[in-house]
């Protein structure tokens, strides 16, 4: 049984940070690529950082984020964080962890997590 399970969400003041996990099991790890993905309320699901499941781990990012988000994979751990900085309050939303395998139509979702920036 596959499973994704975020953690690390929570409320934090303008500027400042928070780290999210995401431990998978159940999967080949190191077949998937692993993705941040975000949904505000009344907006839709977006794509926030993804990380590749090749030898240069690649990532990505939209440009809402580049410069102040980062994300990394521990593949002994079979894990993928994201490490958010100088956060803002339109980074408020879910976040889901989500593993998409490199070479055929499969993908997994984690629960979510919510991450809140108010002061």
């Known amino acids: 049984q596959v499973q994704l399970v975020e953690s690390g969400g929570g409320l934090v003041q303008p500027g400042g940070s928070l780290r999210l996990s995401c431990a998978a099991s159940?999967?080949?790890?190191?077949?998937?690529?692993m993705n941040w993905y975000r949904q505000a309320p009344g907006k839709g699901r977006e794509l926030v950082a993804g990380?590749?499941?090749?030898?240069?781990?690649?990532?990505n990012y939209a440009d809402s984020v580049k410069g102040r988000f980062t994300i990394s994979r521990d593949t002994v751990k079979n894990t993928v964080s994201l490490q958010m900085n100088s956060l803002r309050p339109e980074d408020t939303a879910v976040y889901y962890c989500?593993?998409?395998?490199?070479?055929?139509?499969?993908?997994?979702w984690g629960q979510g997590t919510q991450v809140t920036v108010s002061s």
């Open positions: 990380i590749s499941g090749t030898n240069d781990d690649s990532a």
């Open positions: 159940g999967l080949n790890f190191g077949w998937f690529a």
């Open positions: 989500n593993a998409k395998h490199r070479l055929i139509e499969l993908m997994y």
